[in-house]
């Protein structure tokens, strides 16, 4: 299932834990065999060629859409929607090149805000894969259902976006593959991911050090109705992931992730954008890339199914 997770409060029903079944033989970007462990707790694997992070074995597809077929999963988005509407806005001004009249998909669009904020403030024309409920909240017509097993049509957008959902998917590769063909030849692709650079976990492990208090583990086991990240994304890893699929990237800097930021979110925000342009250390909690499609338009649009 594609789409951005919210955390379930605890009062959510009980679902037993996940059954971890599903093993990765091969790396989903490089196809290479050879992993180390990173993490016993977490299952979390890195493909020795080409360091991409994952999760193996890992819960099924059926098992974690079961853990977010709570009715009240997005009660917690919409309690918390006009600090959201602060982010998205700050995300719009990342994006304020694409232009007005654009059009643009949001996979895994959530309720809906971020495409209505563009549709508003740009003049978008916007499209999306969601949940009934962002239908409902913003008036926003969304395909229902995962981006990959729809019919979408290809070489049509300026910009596909991305927040938050390329660590859920299945396939990273895939998923980045189905971009491309949804682009028109020098469309954006605007993807923010958990940021996983080692340069992040030295400042945790330092900051705790300097508190006196136990270093956190660095990834966290996968558990029903709680964040469930099949993949752990460095800077390096998605650049290259994104070159060899027909992509050049223009800019890779902090996603302001933050539900209600504040003046001391977006200082902290302004401060590590620019250590990472000074040094290119990452120490955000999150990755921002913006890439164009160099692909060549060979045929006219048309449905593709990208399963």
Same mark, same amino acid.
């Given at each position: 299932m594609l789409g951005r997770r919210p955390v379930l409060s605890s009062s959510g029903p009980v679902t037993p834990s996940f059954a971890f079944d599903e093993e990765i033989a091969a790396c989903d970007l490089c196809g290479g065999r050879d992993f180390a462990i990173l993490s016993s707790a977490a299952n979390v694997r890195a493909c020795v060629r080409c360091g991409y992070r994952f999760v193996s074995p890992r819960p099924s597809q059926a098992q974690i859409a079961a853990s977010y077929s709570d009715p009240s999963f997005y009660s917690g988005w919409i309690d918390d929607d006009a600090?959201? @509407?602060?982010?998205?806005?700050?995300?719009?001004?990342?994006?304020?090149?694409?232009? +007005? =009249?654009?059009?643009?998909?949001?996979?895994?669009?959530?309720?809906?805000?971020? /495409? #209505?904020? =563009?549709?508003?403030?740009?003049?978008? @024309? !916007?499209?999306?894969?969601?949940?009934?409920?962002?239908?409902?909240?913003?008036?926003?017509d969304l395909m229902l259902g995962d981006a990959e097993s729809l019919e979408l049509p290809e070489?049509?957008?300026?910009?596909?976006?991305?927040?938050? !959902?390329?660590?859920?998917? &299945?396939?990273? +590769?895939?998923?980045?593959?189905?971009?491309?063909?949804?682009?028109?030849?020098?469309?954006?692709?605007?993807?923010?991911?958990?940021?996983?650079?080692? #340069?992040?976990?030295?400042?945790?492990?330092?900051? +705790?050090?300097?508190? =006196?208090? &136990? !270093?956190?583990?660095?990834?966290?086991?996968?558990?029903?109705?709680?964040?469930?990240?099949?993949?752990?994304?460095?800077?390096?890893? /998605?650049?290259?992931?994104?070159? @060899? $699929? =027909?992509?050049?990237?223009?800019?890779?800097?902090?996603?302001? @992730?933050? #539900?209600? &930021?504040?003046? $001391?979110?977006?200082?902290?925000?302004r401060s590590y954008r620019l250590i990472r342009n000074l040094t290119g250390l990452n120490f955000g909690q999150a990755t921002f890339v913006l890439a164009r499609s160099i692909i060549d338009e060979q045929s006219p649009v048309r449905a593709v199914n990208a399963s």
């Open positions: 600090g959201r @509407q602060r982010m998205w806005s700050r995300r719009l001004d990342l994006l304020h090149r694409v232009g +007005a =009249g654009a059009r643009v998909i949001d996979i895994g669009a959530g309720i809906g805000t971020f /495409l #209505a904020m =563009g549709r508003d403030r740009y003049g978008w @024309q !916007v499209a999306g894969t969601a949940v009934q409920l962002a239908r409902d909240r913003h008036g926003v070489h049509a957008f300026d910009l596909v976006t991305l927040w938050h !959902v390329l660590e859920h998917v &299945p396939s990273p +590769a895939r998923t980045l593959s189905l971009c491309r063909r949804l682009l028109r030849k020098e469309g954006l692709l605007a993807i923010a991911v958990p940021n996983s650079d080692d #340069a992040r976990g030295w400042l945790i492990r330092t900051k +705790a050090n300097l508190r =006196g208090k &136990p !270093v956190p583990e660095r990834y966290e086991p996968l558990r029903p109705h709680s964040e469930v990240h099949l993949s752990n994304f460095t800077s390096r890893v /998605l650049v290259n992931a994104l070159r @060899q $699929r =027909g992509f050049r990237v223009e800019r890779v800097t902090l996603d302001n @992730q933050y #539900a209600n &930021p504040t003046i $001391r979110t977006d200082t902290l925000v």
